[in-house]
Structures are given as C-alpha cells and as structure tokens.
C-alpha cells in the first residue's frame, strides 16, 4: 500500500512560482504523476513520469511552464509551477501507477491534493 502526501499549494498572483512536493510512503517503483480538478471541471493529467524518469508527458496547457521532477529511489517528486495563470487554479493531486496507466488518466493510488489558487 503506498500514501501519498501533497505540500506546497496556496495563493499566488498571476506571474508567480510555486513548488509543489509530494512524498510516499511505501515503496514506489512505477510512475509517478500529477493531476489537477479544477471547480466545476473534470480532473485532466497535468504530468507524469515513467519509474525511470525517461519519459515525461506535459498537458498541453502546461507545457513550457510546468516541470516535473523526482524519482522513485528518493519516493519524491515534484512539480515546478512557473507562469502561473488563473486557469490552473484548481486542487493538484500527485498519483503513482504505471507510466501507461497515469497516461490514461486514472491511478490506483492518489494524494489528498493540495489547492492551488491563482488570482488575477
């Protein structure tokens, strides 16, 4: 069984950074991702990361902006918010599966998630 617990969120302007970490406890060897439910709106794949850490897939509406790091030796990861705009508000929930399973928008294990709330 693996728990997985979110830092990080919070309120930021429009423009700002932020770092969000998550850790697990229990062994993960399989992808690690990061999802995101904005209010109203299903929750979309944000980012994911094979166990290796070669293969990375970006949301579009991410790309260029948002990074993701970490890798299961170390059980955490992280993703680095930059140019954050008012459209990524939205709770952010880190999840581990297989690389494929992640790409499929679905996990077997989630994190409570952590808000993130971007103002204009």
């Known amino acids: 069984q693996v728990q997985l617990t979110e830092s990080g969120g919070g309120l930021v302007q429009a423009g700002d950074s932020l770092i969000l970490s998550c850790v697990a406890s229990?062994?993960?060897?399989?992808?690690m991702g990061w999802f995101r439910q904005a209010p109203g709106k299903e929750r979309e794949l944000v980012a994911a990361?094979?166990?290796?850490?070669?293969?990375?897939h970006y949301a579009d509406s991410v790309k260029g902006r948002f990074t993701m790091s970490g890798d299961s030796a170390s059980q955490s990861w992280h993703l680095q918010m930059n140019n954050l705009k008012p459209e990524d508000t939205a709770v952010y929930y880190c999840?581990?599966?297989?690389?494929?399973?992640?790409?499929?928008?679905?996990?077997?294990?989630w994190g409570r998630g952590t808000h993130v709330t971007v103002s204009s």
């Open positions: 999840a581990v599966d297989t690389f494929g399973t992640l790409l499929q928008g679905d996990s077997r294990f």
């Open positions: 229990g062994r993960v060897t399989t992808g």
């Open positions: 990361m094979s166990w290796s850490g070669s293969s990375t």
